[in-house]
């Protein structure tokens, strides 16, 4: 199905007096895996924290513009219900020290007094560690803390816990940039698997990540979408000057 | 990675999610709660501070400013003169202070310069720790049964009145109380001396005696002072030790040995047996003068932790 | 550094060394108090300490034997008051402290728990007394359980305040982006997050209290009854070993001892237990 399950239209955001994006226009494609990049300060972070309504934590920020998930305005959703459809998975690992693996992966459950029976539970958590490719290596310490985990697996974890509330959308804001190389290979790959179910967009400033894992990516620089395009056709041949001087790495 | 990815989602667990949404505090009331805690403390200190005043009225109001510099305690005559007792709380608690300065001084040094890890320096911060967390009550008791006997043979051979108890006995017992106070702040500002400074001076052939001397005190004056406010502080208001052991009497104290009161220790003393408005009043206006000469004392010694902390 | 060349360097060396036999030994100095303290409390407590002292009422003057089953009874239950009064709103102040770390009444706020920090405890006896004792009419537990929660306010406030800060805003941003509402991050999230910092805080404070007799004196008064009504006077720990050891009858000094023995063994006993909770439970981020 090729409809459009994000829509981003004239979109602006600014801390203050500091515009951090510029009229942003953009439209992703259902099960699909964006990439987002540009050199450090172009707004990628922000553009995905825009999406699930973190950018408005901080309190100066101001935002302006359309986002559409699934033809509704987010910013006409109270941002509850939002983040709760738009899962999130941050730079550095982040479980839920106090908890054990299995408290962790349906936290989002859990802290939000859902109550699912016991059967509920255990599937989730079985299917949710599976998606994220750690079930095999944590089902017989599903009782332990999720600190305990390599920095890798916890990243899986953060992963299989955001994947437990069945996102439309799963935000990566460059989630192997603190990860050794073959964690950081283990989660391209459940990436790549993972696309075919659940649309992603990830931020990264690994040029060679992006070309591998994803199928769309968007350029971004000073707060500017200067390019967007199938990744194939965008790293063979950059219609923007400056998107072809960032991929052969003049500056970022 | 041997598992299978693809798995529709499961639309019971989705609709929960979305459905099942009924807040039940929402975040502007949890913040409402939030503020009204922290306003109440606010609100708690500024009610102390009045209900301080309006109880002492009557005293306030019949004696005003002799109050204070009134000789004369005589309930029964409805006399009201707290001189006595000013007199007591500034001996007892200025002659701790000095007594106390003579080893807290030293703690500071030995704990942030020459221990300032390993062993010792646990053992003599938990040693210090402990002394901090006696009871009051204990230490006046251990006052009365060991320093008054020895305060007693020592007024003897100086050919003063043999009572034990009095202002001295009590600047004793306070001094040890006051310690850990004294010491803890002058710990930590000495061992926050900048080593560049320290390695300045010992390079240039200063001994550590000396760069203590000319280099590490000077600079951690402000927090020694710091310390020794909040340990004044500390020793004004200190009741139960100072009871039991100075003597409890109403009288202009002649000398460091003679009986008297504090501040503290007349209102622990009597409360209990005031009959009359005036009387009660007249107690409460002294825990009025305590708590103004106290804040005034702890808001300055925190300004000067704060000045200090702001100019590193 | 003038003048140094014309003073022998022996001399130096001499006086560096002089220095510091002296700050050792006046250091060392100063544990004695401590020692002397332990010493003779248990020396003279201990042998006054067996089942009849721990669970018998006081006898009259003249009686032998009696206990301070009232006194530990007493204790107990003005640490359940205080700590009813202090906790529940001490940790919401915290939680607040912790939240609102710039504003303005974050700031007066902090500004008066330094203060009410500092205030003599026999002033918290008598604004206790001015509010619960004066209008009710009568010396009750009650109004020694507010003096106690009053003062036991800083303590958790404090520990609440700087626990909460220690916890990474990862956690929160964690929390948020799973949809949970910000009461439930907070009250599930970030307080579980910190809670051994907010329990070491409130055991310290109830050992802080625990040993406090001045602001008893004129609220919860003493009895020598044992009392489960908190409407009444009650006993406590701290108030027996004042009486008894003021006394002038040698049979209570030796009861006087044997109090001070379970009170100190108690707050040292509290001070240890916070220790080896902060290790235990120290959460790891």
């Known amino acids: 199905m090729d409809s459009a399950v994000l829509r981003i239209e004239n979109f602006s955001a600014s801390f203050g007096e500091l515009t951090v994006l510029k009229d942003i226009n953009l439209s992703l494609s259902r099960n699909t895996l964006t990439a987002i990049m540009g050199p450090s300060g172009c707004g990628k972070t922000t553009l995905i924290r825009c999406i699930n309504r973190m950018h408005e934590l901080i309190s100066n920020a101001k935002v302006s513009g359309k986002i559409l998930l699934d033809d509704q305005d987010i910013y006409n959703t109270d941002p509850i219900i939002v983040r709760r459809q738009i899962g999130m998975v941050f730079q550095r690992p982040n479980p839920f020290p106090t908890m054990s693996i299995y408290d962790n992966v349906i936290a989002g459950y859990n802290l939000n007094g859902i109550k699912l029976n016991k059967e509920e539970m255990d599937r989730t958590v079985e299917q949710s560690l599976g998606k994220a490719a750690l079930w095999e290596e944590v089902k017989d310490a599903l009782h332990r803390k999720g600190t305990f985990l390599s920095g890798g697996q916890q990243q899986r974890l953060c992963i299989a816990r955001a994947l437990a509330m069945h996102p439309e959308i799963l935000l990566l804001d460059e989630p192997t940039s603190a990860l050794d190389p073959k964690s950081t290979a283990h989660i391209e790959e459940l990436v790549s698997h993972l696309k075919t179910t659940v649309t992603i967009i990830q931020v990264t400033h690994n040029i060679a990540q992006a070309a591998r894992v994803s199928d769309f990516t968007a350029f971004l620089y000073l707060g500017e979408l200067v390019e967007f395009g199938p990744t194939g056709k965008m790293f063979t041949g950059p219609k923007d000057k400056r998107t072809e001087e960032y991929l052969t790495g003049k500056f970022g | 990675m041997n598992h299978t990815i693809a798995d529709v989602a499961v639309p019971t667990a989705r609709s929960k999610i979305t459905l099942q949404y009924k807040r039940v505090v929402s975040e502007a009331s949890f913040r409402k709660i939030l503020y009204l805690a922290g306003l109440s403390l606010l609100i708690l200190l500024v009610a102390i501070f009045f209900s301080l005043v309006v109880a002492s009225l009557p005293a306030l109001r019949q004696f005003g400013f002799s109050f204070l510099v009134g000789k004369t305690w005589d309930p029964v005559r409805g006399e009201f003169g707290a001189l006595a007792f000013l007199v007591g709380t500034l001996m007892s608690s200025f002659m701790a202070l000095l007594i106390a300065m003579v080893f807290s001084l030293p703690i500071s040094i030995f704990l942030g310069e020459y221990f300032r890890q390993g062993n010792v320096s646990t053992f003599m911060k938990s040693v210090i720790e402990l002394l901090a967390g006696i009871p009051s009550v204990i230490y006046g008791f251990w006052g009365l049964f060991l320093l008054v006997p020895l305060v007693r043979a020592l007024e003897v051979k100086l050919g003063v009145a043999p009572q034990g108890v009095g202002i001295f006995t009590s600047s004793l017992v306070l001094a040890v109380m006051i310690i850990p106070y004294a010491s803890s702040i002058g710990t930590e500002v000495i061992s926050l001396v900048p080593s560049d400074l320290k390695e300045a001076a010992l390079s240039l052939g200063a001994t550590r005696f000396e760069v203590i001397r000319k280099v590490i005190l000077p600079y951690a004056s402000s927090g020694i002072f710091a310390g020794i406010l909040l340990a004044l502080g500390r020793a004004l208001g200190e009741t139960m030790a100072v009871t039991m052991v100075i003597g409890n009497s109403n009288f202009l104290p002649k000398s460091i040995f003679s009986p008297g009161n504090t501040m503290a220790s007349v209102i622990a003393n009597e409360f209990t047996e005031a009959t009359g408005s005036l009387y009660l009043a007249s107690l409460i206006e002294l825990a009025l003068v305590l708590f103004i000469v106290t804040v005034i004392i702890n808001v300055l010694g925190k300004l000067i932790i704060h000045k200090m902390s702001a100019r590193k | ?285």
């Open chain 3, 1 to 285: 550094m003038k003048g140094m060349a014309e003073i022998s360097i022996h001399r130096r060396i001499w006086a560096d060394k002089l220095f510091k036999t002296l700050i050792i030994v006046l250091s060392l100095c100063s544990l004695v108090p401590m020692f002397l303290i332990l010493f003779m409390i248990t020396k003279n407590g201990i042998s006054v300490i067996n089942w009849e002292f721990l669970t018998q009422l006081p006898k009259p003057v003249g009686e032998t034997g009696g206990g301070i089953a009232n006194a530990i009874m007493g204790t107990l239950w003005l640490i359940v008051l205080a700590f009813l009064f202090s906790v529940p709103l001490g940790i919401f102040a915290g939680i607040f402290l912790s939240e609102y770390r710039g504003g303005k009444l974050a700031y007066l706020t902090r500004l008066s728990i330094e203060i009410l920090q500092g205030i003599p405890s026999i002033v918290i006896g008598i604004i206790a007394y001015v509010w619960v004792v004066m209008p009710m009419g009568s010396f009750s537990a009650l109004s020694g359980g507010v003096a106690l929660g009053i003062m036991m306010l800083p303590v958790i406030v404090m520990a609440t305040e700087e626990t909460l800060k220690l916890v990474p805003d990862s956690l929160r941003e964690a929390s948020l982006a799973l949809g949970v509402s910000y009461p439930r991050t907070i009250m599930k999230v970030i307080l579980p997050a910190g809670l051994s910092g907010i329990i070491s805080g409130i055991l310290l404070g109830v050992a802080r209290v625990a040993g406090e007799t001045a602001p008893l004196l004129f609220t919860a008064f003493g009895s020598p009854f044992m009392n489960q009504n908190i409407l009444k006077p009650i006993n406590s720990l701290p108030l027996t070993i004042f009486n008894y050891a003021t006394s002038p009858y040698p049979d209570w000094h030796t009861l006087a001892w044997g109090a001070s023995f379970v009170l100190i063994a108690f707050v040292l006993g509290l001070n240890l237990i916070t220790k080896w909770v902060t290790k235990k439970w120290t959460v790891q981020f």
